[in-house]
């Protein structure tokens, strides 16, 4: 990846997954008839203040794309596969479990996430993200049949890397968010006001206004979310109608738009965002 002192090119950017390493998960019902063995090789969580950009601008609408009530507490999203090699994505309702494990892999700590099978809320066939591992002594990663889930719909897949769209715009938003400090250092501030990367942009406008707007009409919940950040700052991520936007609260701004593939503009402190990113960050849904 690389970046100029205006833009800064998003192309192929690809979420970042934990890895469980392979563990068996008995009893997981993938198949929705007899009891098998789920090898767990990642997970996800899908709340309010945390779910993969992959399924859309607010927890709302990333529920309904895997045909899920939007309940309060949230999902774990359990990404491995079946004793034939089949691709699996089990939701359960033990957030914290899923919660436990991610933090455990991230911090390089090995963790048997094992979930009770009443806890299962679907099996749903196929990995909505890419995943660089596979589970040892068993086929290679592939699709079972559609409908083998029971639910009819084609298996879940990542969205395609040679286009861009929403999925792939909030993705990049995604990658923005967690890799902040090597993105941050590809930034120089523009000379001037009306430079593409600031809010003279036509477009960063746009988004900068909607953005003032959700102050005094909070969007669905999901579409603002502050997690932590070094000190006492917040990241936020902030979504609207074909726009992200990924923020520190106290630093810069970068927007992504849908109609303008692969590239992320900047915007620099000024006098405005500010103000902004502390009334955003007042009504962001945050991690419990």
Known sequence: MSGTDEDVDAGGA???TGSAGGAQVDGADA???????????????????????????????????????PHPEGYGLVLG????????????DDVSLVAVAIAS??????????PDDRTIVASLAGWPLDLAVAA?????????????DGTGRVPL????ADVWGAAQRRM???????????????????????ASGGPGHPGVRRVLDEAHAYVQNPPPVGRIRSAFASGEARTLRVDGPGWSMVARTDDMAFVLLDDEPGQVRPVGRGPELPGLLDSLDKIAVRPA
């Open 14 to 16: 690809v979420a970042d």
């Open 31 to 69: 198949d929705g008839g007899e009891e098998g063995a789920l090898y767990v090789l990642s997970a996800q969580l899908l709340t309010p203040a945390r779910f993969p950009g992959v399924f859309g601008d607010d927890y709302p609408e990333a529920c309904r794309a895997l045909g899920l009530d």
């Open 81 to 92: 596969q079946d004793e034939t090699g089949a691709r699996w994505t089990v939701v359960i």
């Open 105 to 114: 892999w991230d911090c390089g700590m090995e963790y048997d996430l094992s």
């Open 136 to 148: 040892p002594g068993v086929p290679e990663p592939h699709d079972p049949e559609q409908g083998a």
């Open 157 to 160: 897949a990542p969205p395609r």
């Open 172 to 194: 990049g938003a995604d990658e923005i968010a967690e890799q902040w400090t090597a993105w941050r250092e590809q930034y120089v501030a523009p000379a001037a006001e009306g």
